[in-house]
């Protein structure tokens, strides 16, 4: 798998540049489609961890002639993403700095300020001579067992705190707290106008939230305001000036967004968003069965309004292909 992974990211670099690999890794149908040729079952979580494996493992030695690099992995790998980056960078001549805030970042807003659920464990960063990078990282959900996959694109990252993922991919979606939704907006500035208050205020308030039933979007019972005084001590020292600078400070962490998005949405009424942000591409299932089975019905109609559409457009009729540009706007 390493040397056929090696092999295809050679071919593409030639072809392409480092940032079209950048591109391609960052497309989570492309990745899929990868991951399938290198010989991993598509279903499968493990197809994330290996291919980013392969690549790693392929491609190393071959970084400063193909100007691209892959840095982290699985578990303590991925703590190790900084130190491997600097290496990159006095190999490969660019500045690290903003790769590794990149890094921490795209970590911060996967495990802390989109909370899904999904515990992240594997990280893999993609980064090229020019400092351009991409990130594919996975987490996964205990009590299920199942995996999603977050793609980030550096080129197309005009905000990490404002909808910065190029795709997340999962087999379902969840009840989310999203506070990098568009949506979310009011939200992140209340969050952190309340960071910058005295922690006893909020600490009071908080206590008085425990007292809501327990339907309440925003679960309180793992809220202790005891914990979160310390860090809102911090956050209130820190008077950070805006969401991006709160979600960096250090001890920072799910627990404390959940609370301040709470006290947000009680105190200046200004709700978080719950829109997971997860896409999945199942629509018609797999012959293995996995999502569920083949549904030939639907599999049928799909084709028979695809090739209608092509007909058309060929008779200069395009009605119907505009149509299925903008359904992406109904699901998206």
Not at 31 to 56: I, P, Y
Not at 81 to 95: I, K, M, N, V
Not at 193 to 199: D, H, I, V
Not at 267 to 285: I, K, Q
């Amino acid at each position: 798998m390493a040397r056929l992974a090696r092999a295809v990211v050679c071919a593409l670099v030639e072809d392409i540049g480092p940032q079209g690999v950048l591109r391609r890794v960052s497309d989570p149908f492309w990745f899929q489609a990868f991951g399938c040729v290198l010989g991993f079952d598509w279903h499968s979580s493990g197809l994330t961890t290996t291919v980013c494996g392969a690549l790693k493992h392929g491609l190393r030695g071959l970084e400063r002639e193909l100007g691209f690099a892959v840095a982290g992995g699985k578990g303590a790998a991925s703590r190790r993403t900084p130190e491997e980056l600097q290496a990159y960078a006095d190999r490969l001549g660019f500045d690290p700095a903003p790769l590794v805030y990149a890094s921490r970042m795209s970590a911060k807003v996967d495990s802390h300020a989109v909370q899904d659920g999904y515990q992240l464990y594997h990280r893999a960063f993609f980064v090229t001579r020019s400092g351009a990078w991409a990130v594919v990282q996975q987490g996964m959900r205990e009590d299920d067992r199942t995996a999603r996959r977050y793609h980030w694109l550096g080129e197309a990252v005009r905000d990490f705190v404002c909808e910065p993922h190029a795709a997340v991919c999962a087999q379902q979606t969840v009840p989310t707290l999203n506070l990098v939704a568009k949506e979310s907006g009011p939200a992140r500035e209340a969050i952190t106008a309340l960071s910058r208050e005295r922690p006893e205020r909020l600490v009071g308030e908080l206590k008085r939230v425990l007292t809501l039933p327990a339907r309440h979007h925003v679960l309180v019972s793992d809220l202790d305001p005891r914990r979160l005084e310390r860090v809102l001590l911090r956050t209130y020292e820190a008077q950070a000036r805006d969401f991006e600078t709160l979600l960096g400070l250090p001890g920072v962490g799910a627990k404390t967004l959940r609370a301040l998005a709470l006290l947000s949405e009680l105190l200046a009424g200004t709700p978080a968003s719950w829109r997971d942000p997860a896409r999945f591409s199942f629509a018609h299932g797999g012959k293995d069965g996995h999502p569920y089975p083949v549904d030939r019905s639907t599999y049928d109609r799909t084709v028979a309004v695809l090739e209608d559409a092509l007909r058309r457009a060929r008779l200069g009729h395009t009605d119907r292909l505009e149509a299925l540009r903008r359904l992406h706007r109904l699901v998206g």
